[in-house]
């Protein structure tokens, strides 16, 4: 069950990287673009890492305080639970 879900936070981190370059594209064009609901959706699918990586990497929505802030909670969250399914532990921590 682990490598599912790291598997589908892994495709949906390169799908949501991939939405937030072609919508930049799309705002260079003045061409049709991705809304913001499907990119906050896709983030929250798992896709968090991409969305803030693909935010970061084409300069897209950077000057949207929300997107800034809520993209990397979002990437921070899912770092998280991709640790949390590799049972990584820090040096020197003990298990409960």
């Known amino acids: 069950m682990e490598l599912v879900l790291l598997v589908w936070i892994g495709i949906a981190t390169i799908w949501t990287f991939t939405m937030m370059g072609y919508d930049k594209s799309q705002a260079r064009k003045k061409g049709q673009r991705v809304p913001e609901k499907t990119l906050w959706t896709a983030a929250l699918l798992g896709g968090g890492i991409g969305a803030y990586l693909g935010m970061m990497y084409f300069r897209h929505k950077t000057k949207h305080v929300q997107f800034r802030i809520g993209f990397f909670v979002l990437a921070l969250l ?8 590799m049972d990584f532990s820090l040096p020197g921590t003990k298990e409960f």
């Open 78 to 85: 899912t770092v998280a639970v991709v640790l949390w399914l």
